[in-house]
């Protein structure tokens, strides 16, 4: 991506934004295509009942789940919608070696009418084929990708909360299953879909973030794998988020690897600065950054309402004499499960400022989530109906 030139108000769409809005065909017309092997022990409504009364992020799990495998030889095969259980792999598994892997996140949210919907499927159809072809993985058919979310929220529906902010979190994932310690692509590869009844983020509100900024660690490099969504990047965060932590923060913000001096994202949100006058920045895309339909989404938002938006290197040090003088107003953080969490505190080696606003966090919230759970006017067609 270039930085916007011009009017701030028109940016090109990223190859990323000009796939995922090709229209998607309607949901029963992709039904069906992953075969369903139902489960002969699902659980029980009482016990359904129970488990979306205590909602936490990724611990429980519905009865069924999606599976295919691709071999070099035969291609995409055995679509199914199987029951919910381990995953049995040799102990020789490429991706418990090499970790080739990639994976997706993606919500269902259930509407006031009792339909179930899902946000731009197609974006992530395609961002994870764009983080296969990085990892050396076989592309799905995007309309394959999507149809698997139809067939297993279809089966699944009633695991769809239907409180606010609630939702069924989707975990697509593909990885090298092949058994071989020798170094080269996988020639079996596995994609599941496991479901997830989700909470909200903020079960009491929103509530602002402190971040940690590490100088000593990164989370990508040029020609790296930054840009895609592969386990590896997750892998190698978990040390530095330990560091934050220990300095009493809720989540690491990394720099980047050449100069050291520019803001990328957070572990697994993208990030975004409001300036006093109204302006909103966020990183450009180098290659080093996640590019986050959320981070998509809200862009297209705040420039629909007039704001302008501009994708630029932020450097540490200029994002922290704004903040002390005042020129900046807000931060927040966005990606999928959280929706937008502003930004409260941000501290390093040798500085920590803290950043009292969240007016625009709050307004981009309620307007997003009110397009996700059908309260406001769907004008950019990014829901798609499942159920
Ligand atoms: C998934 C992810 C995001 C957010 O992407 P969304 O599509 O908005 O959920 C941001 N950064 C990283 C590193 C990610 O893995």
Redesign the pocket.
Known sequence: MTETAGSAYDRPSTPLEHAAAAPVPDADSLAGRFVLNRSASPASAAERAQALQDLHFGSAFTDHMVHARWTRAAGWQDHAVIPYAPVTLSPAAAVLHYAQEVFE?IKAYRHADGTVWTFRPR??AV?MNASARRMALPELPEEDFIASLVDLVRVEHLWVPEGAGESLYLRPFAFASEPFLGVRASEVVDYYVIASPAGSYFPHGLEPLSIWVTTGYH?AGRGGTGAA?TGG??ASSLLPQQEAYSQGCDQVCFLDDVTRSSVE??????IMVVNADGTVRTPRLTGT??E????SAIMTLLREEGRPVVEETITLAGLLEDIRDGQVSEVFA????AVVVPIGRLAGEDFEVTIAGSQVSRQVYERLTGIQYGTREDTHGWMYRLV
């Open positions: 996140g974006y992530n961002r989370r969504k990047n997750y994202e957070l572990g697994g949100m993208n950054i996640l986050g339909s959320t981070r966005c990606g999928t499960a």
